[in-house]
């Protein structure tokens, strides 16, 4: 049963003069922003990241998570993994840094050794739409948290609901909001749920099962050859979904190793690219004929991608790679336009503004760089957490949002 730890009282006062708004420009209400393409798209972005100009205006202590903050106008949200046994969702107020509330359940889980290395924390990151936090347990459960308070208003339980098995690496894939429906990839299927009651309107693409059958990468609306679709991507196919029935309207085997599609393929134009561990970069164009819609292979590279979801400006690819490295591809003719000669850390979350990217590296260091196909331009670098990250920086206003494995920062920026 979910427990609502209500620490600070002022909530109610909070609440009462005003009300949670819906996400806009410059909120960052789900995994990679409010786009969900890892682009800031407010005015402001940092000139440098010196401590005169970001400086840190407030910190609070927490367990680990891999899940990133969301943001709204007045407060941000973010996970934990308590003691080991419980998972813990906070709200804390935006201007303060003070707690709001914070809700938690029993559901850790160990994952496999191989992965364990870097810890068995709550993995997937909560979306919000202006009333509801959805929050996704590690053993492919998903809750609905009243904004304002933290208290449950539904819940799934995929594996009891729908007697798979819990996921091996626990539920990874981020949700998505779009109006007044939810997906996921979870139970080893796609789910559209009504986020009022979070009742089943369709699953699709049934997987076995088990280590094969949940998602790492996550769900995304876009428009590809004319038509809205539901892109996804499984262990083992990339699939663009009709987001009214959940039929699968085209499809497409990714190579991996032992399924391990794990960022989610980027969309420009009426192309996807995508890369998997241990294999290749792709190219796929989606195209609509008389007899509906088919993909192929516009061009494959050597590089490999891994955890990180690249960002796509002016026509280029910016990814960091499988090798801990950084690289530039041009999605025109899929050439290699540069690679870094310096490793970084194991996973570098990017989001993009313009010509600009922010990175944050595992090892907690975070990167401005102009983005070039000509050349890897570095413009400033800062150690900015004090333990490793592994969640996806959150930028909002003047405001950037990093949660490491022991903190949750909020930093202050000015050009």
Same mark, same amino acid.
């Given at each position: 049963?979910?427990?609502?730890?209500?620490?600070?009282?002022?909530?109610?006062?909070?609440?009462?003069?005003?009300?949670?708004?819906?996400? *806009?420009?410059?909120?960052?209400?789900?995994?990679?922003?409010?786009?969900?393409?890892?682009?800031?798209?407010?005015?402001?972005?940092?000139?440098?990241?010196?401590?005169?100009?970001?400086?840190?205006?407030?910190?609070?202590?927490?367990?680990?998570?891999?899940?990133?903050?969301?943001?709204?106008?007045?407060?941000?949200?973010?996970?934990?993994?308590?003691?080991?046994?419980?998972?813990?969702?906070?709200?804390?107020?935006?201007?303060?840094?003070?707690?709001?509330?914070?809700?938690?359940?029993?559901?850790?889980?160990?994952?496999?050794?191989?992965?364990?290395?870097?810890?068995?924390?709550?993995?997937?990151?909560?979306?919000?739409?202006?009333?509801?936090?959805?929050?996704?347990?590690?053993? *492919?459960?998903?809750?609905?948290?009243?904004?304002?308070?933290?208290?449950?208003k539904w819940r799934i339980d995929f594996v009891e609901q729908f007697k798979t098995p819990v996921p091996s690496f626990g539920f990874v894939s981020s949700p998505l909001v779009d109006g007044n429906v939810l997906y996921?990839?979870?139970?080893?299927?796609?789910?559209?749920?009504?986020?009022?009651?979070?009742?089943?309107?369709?699953?699709?693409?049934?997987?076995?099962?088990?280590?094969?059958?949940?998602?790492?990468?996550s769900p995304f609306v876009c428009e590809i050859a004319g038509q809205k679709q539901l892109l996804v991507q499984t262990r083992e196919k990339l699939a663009g979904l009709n987001p009214d029935t959940g039929e699968a309207i085209w499809s497409k085997t990714v190579p991996s190793f032992r399924g391990m599609n794990i960022f989610t393929p980027v969309v420009s134009g009426d192309n996807i690219f995508a890369s998997t561990y241990q294999n290749k970069s792709w190219l796929y164009s989606v195209k609509k004929g008389d007899n509906g819609f088919s993909v192929n292979d516009v061009w494959e590279n050597k590089l490999q991608g891994y955890m990180s979801t690249p960002v796509i400006i002016n026509g280029f690819a910016y990814m960091h790679l499988q090798n801990q490295r950084f690289s530039c591809i041009d999605l025109s003719s899929g050439e290699t336009k540069w690679t870094s000669s310096k490793s970084f850390g194991k996973y570098?979350?990017?989001?993009?503004?313009?010509?600009?990217?922010?990175?944050?590296?595992?090892?907690?260091?975070?990167?401005?760089?102009?983005?070039?196909?000509?050349?890897?331009?570095?413009?400033?670098?800062?150690?900015?957490?004090?333990?490793?990250?592994w969640a996806h920086l959150a930028i909002s206003g003047d405001q950037i949002f990093i949660r490491d494995l022991k903190n949750l920062s909020v930093f202050q920026f000015q050009n």
């Open positions: 049963m979910v427990s609502s730890l209500v620490r600070n009282v002022s909530f109610m006062i909070l609440f009462s003069s005003t009300t949670l708004m819906a996400a *806009d420009s410059t909120s960052w209400n789900q995994w990679r922003g409010p786009s969900r393409t890892g682009f800031y798209l407010g005015e402001l972005f940092p000139s440098n990241l010196s401590k005169d100009s970001l400086k840190l205006s407030w910190k609070v202590s927490l367990g680990p998570s891999y899940s990133g903050p969301v943001v709204s106008d007045q407060f941000v949200f973010t996970t934990e993994t308590k003691n080991k046994e419980f998972e813990v969702a906070h709200a804390y107020d935006r201007k303060t840094g003070k707690e709001i509330w914070s809700t938690e359940w029993k559901g850790s889980m160990s994952v496999p050794f191989f992965a364990g290395s870097n810890g068995s924390w709550i993995r997937s990151t909560p979306a919000f739409d202006g009333e509801n936090l959805f929050v996704a347990g590690m053993k *492919d459960l998903l809750v609905c948290l009243d904004a304002k308070n933290g208290k449950e996921v990839q979870a139970g080893a299927s796609v789910f559209k749920l009504d986020k009022k009651n979070g009742s089943v309107i369709w699953r699709s693409m049934k997987d076995s099962g088990g280590m094969n059958g949940s998602a790492f990468s570098w979350s990017l989001v993009a503004h313009k010509n600009r990217i922010l990175a944050l590296d595992q090892k907690g260091i975070l990167y401005l760089i102009e983005a070039d196909p000509k050349e890897l331009k570095i413009l400033d670098t800062r150690e900015i957490a004090e333990s490793e990250s």
